[in-house]
């Protein structure tokens, strides 16, 4: 069983869509979360942290539910520029190593 | 502005030849990470690096070594290139944490032959 695990998607949504993406992880010692963005044929780069009581960016809201071991990512009002995939990434308790999911694709649509 | 930069974005390289990427990061950073991004199978880590000369096994590292002598770089050696190790590389470096952000290099697209 992988350790991070997304639905790879993709999610076809017209602008303006609010669209929803879940990751779910296997060990519950996990500590920390985090939500990375990579756009085709570039680097990650970090979306947002995930806290314990859930946070909001703009149109993006992050949920993390530890009894079922799961964290969300919430896209409202969707831009044609939110397509692209999102990572889920998971340090499991140690320090300085993180695990990735292998991402969840979303194209917005005109 | 952190900054991470490797050394190629495209290699190709036969067989056998012993292949060296290189990364470094501008920002002091003590963590540093390679990994490999291959379709469907997400990117795992093959070593990561916390201090200069210190370095630890990821979950892929058959194949593989590391070395890292100056606090900015970290070079990934593949000592006999094989076909299934063709893949993405991407270099990353952090702070020291749980929480800390990591920041990527624009990756090393490799093809053997």
């Known amino acids: 069983r992988k350790e991070v695990e997304q639905d790879p998607g993709p999610f076809n949504v017209p602008e303006g869509a609010t669209v929803a993406f879940n990751c779910t992880y296997s060990?519950?010692?996990?500590?920390?979360f985090f939500w990375y963005r990579q756009d085709c044929r570039k680097e990650p780069k970090l979306l947002m942290s995930v806290y314990s009581s859930g946070n909001e960016d703009g149109r993006f809201t992050a949920q993390l539910n530890r009894a079922s071991q799961y964290i969300s990512l919430l896209i409202r009002d969707s831009k044609l520029s939110d397509s692209a995939t999102y990572l889920c990434?998971?340090?499991?308790?140690?320090?300085?190593?993180?695990?990735f999911g292998s991402g969840t694709k979303l194209n917005v649509k005109p | 502005d952190v900054k991470v930069t490797q050394s190629s974005r495209y290699l190709v390289k036969r067989t056998g030849e012993k292949v060296f990427l290189e990364c470094v990061q501008d920002?002091?950073?003590?963590?540093m990470f390679w990994y490999r991004q291959d379709p469907g199978l997400g990117l795992r880590l093959i070593y990561f690096s916390y201090d200069v000369k210190m370095k630890e096994k990821g979950d892929i590292p058959e194949g593989y070594s590391v070395s890292r002598e100056k606090k900015e770089r970290f070079s990934l050696i593949l000592e006999s290139a094989s076909t299934n190790q063709t893949s993405m590389y991407l270099c990353a470096s952090s702070l020291q944490g749980a929480m800390e952000t990591q920041y990527f290099g624009p990756g090393t697209r490799l093809l053997v032959l």
């Open positions: 060990n519950s010692a996990s500590q920390s």
């Open positions: 920002m002091d950073h003590e963590n």
């Open positions: 990434v998971v340090n499991m308790n140690n320090f300085n190593k993180f695990y």
